[in-house]
């Protein structure tokens, strides 16, 4: 009669038997164990193995809110619109001019105040600053930007008014070459659509050249 085996011995035997198998199955011969806190995955080849790490916090973009194109993540409180906030169009803003605009004395810097009215029916937000451009006849002047102040983001809620300011040297006889502005070209922040306003002030001194030229732009949101 053959020697019996005992169930315990048998289960040691199939255990080691798997065991065998499993590690010749690994694919690049090294029968070396996967990471702590990976799992395996197919590679493109279709021979290896491929390892993605598994661990218990979000992806990269987990919980991450993503900005529109052209808007901000933050787009301030009770604008209606949600976390993203919607940047303001062109199309539902009106633009004027600020009673008290233009240069008050002779030989001073004028400052041409420009309001942007919400007329949506939704709040929005602009940040930074509107392209403006200051033309008449063949010339046209694109203003450079005021660096002394820092944007900030700025909701405006349906039938809110927000502005920003046109800063120019007035043109003084022996100063350089007059320039005589006829219309201001305004373009808002993240737009590519303009709105234009008659220029009714003074000559200006032309300094399109210039580093620091004293006709130049604040952002949304000045005063």
């Given at each position: ?9 048998a ?86 001019v ?6 008050q ?18 709040s ?16 046209r ?5 005021q ?7 700025v ?21 350089g ?24 002030y ?18 949304v949101?000045?005063?």
């Open positions: 009669m053959p020697p019996r085996t005992s169930p315990l011995t289960i040691v035997s199939l255990a080691a038997g798997l065991t065998l198998t499993l590690t010749a199955c690994g694919g690049n011969g090294g029968g070396s164990d996967s990471p702590s806190g990976t799992i395996g995955a197919p590679d493109s080849s279709g021979t290896g193995t491929a390892t993605a790490t598994v661990t218990g916090s979000p992806g990269a973009d987990g919980g991450r809110s993503m900005a529109p194109s052209g808007g901000s993540t933050n787009a301030g409180p009770g604008t209606g619109t949600g976390a993203d906030g919607t940047r303001c169009r062109t199309a539902q803003l009106a633009f004027a600020a009673p008290g605009s233009g240069a004395s002779k030989g001073s810097q004028g400052a041409v105040t420009v309001t942007l009215t919400n007329k949506g029916a939704k929005c937000v602009m940040k930074g600053y509107p392209g403006v451009d200051l033309v008449g006849g063949p010339t002047w694109s203003l450079t930007r660096t002394s102040e820092s944007p900030s983001t909701t405006v809620r349906p039938g809110a008014t927000t502005t920003f300011v046109i800063f120019y040297l007035p043109f003084d006889k022996g100063d070459q007059e320039f005589r502005p006829k219309s201001i070209v305004i373009t808002p922040p993240d737009e590519t659509h303009s709105h234009s306003l008659p220029w009714t003074s000559s200006v001194l032309l300094q399109d050249g210039a580093t620091h030229p004293g006709t130049y732009v604040g952002p949101g000045s005063k």
